[in-house]
């Protein structure tokens, strides 16, 4: 599946060839590093894409994930960026949480929140999710901004929420809910 806007085209991560998935990950690790979990060397390989890859179209056609990485137009053979939603609930939550990461070259041309405009539409309207939750760490200033300009409210601090960079960090929470939820009958 793709998403289009002015400047980008975001690929669910299903539609992506692996090595260049890879390459967004091998170039951008020590700038990612500090705001994500520590990956394996094997997270670093096309082995572990094409097979990460073939999983994820299960958990796609199941609903419970999509993930997405962006081209920009002007060089569609290189990802700027990723953005994930995962733990897809429906029942009586239709909720999912949010994350992203931009390329440090890709940085400060407002790319993330041209994407994240977009993808959000996806899942509120086609997706029909009623609330996504973003969470990010207190020191993470770009993120907490962006969420905020996106109509994203804080709702509170967690205490060691995630094991990110090797340690238990706290994050601030928010969440944005789509005013245009229908129930399905």
Not at 4 to 16: G, K, P
Not at 40 to 46: A, L
Request: aromatic letters at 12%; one cysteine or more; glycine letters at 6%.
């Amino acid at each position: 599946m793709k998403l289009e806007t002015d400047r980008l085209i975001l690929l669910t991560l299903s539609e992506c060839d692996p090595l260049v998935v890879l390459e967004f990950e091998t170039t951008n690790r020590t700038f990612l590093a500090p705001y994500e979990p520590i990956r394996e060397q094997r997270y670093f390989t096309g082995e572990y894409w094409t097979e990460q890859i073939d999983s994820y179209r299960q958990l796609e056609r199941a609903g419970a994930a999509r993930r997405f990485y962006l081209f920009a137009k002007n060089n569609p053979e290189c990802a700027i960026g990723r953005i994930g939603f995962s733990n897809i609930v429906r029942g009586v939550f239709h909720a999912c949480h949010l994350g992203f990461a931009l390329a440090e070259s890709a940085c400060g041309q407002a790319y993330m929140s041209e994407a994240l405009r977009a993808s959000i539409a996806f899942m509120f309207e086609q997706e029909n999710l009623h609330r996504i939750q973003a969470n990010y760490m207190p020191t993470n200033d770009r993120s907490g901004n962006l969420l905020k300009r996106l109509g994203f409210i804080e709702e509170g601090r967690a205490k060691d929420y995630l094991y990110i960079a090797g340690r238990w960090q706290d994050h601030i929470l928010t969440s944005l809910t789509n005013p245009r939820w229908r129930e399905v009958k």
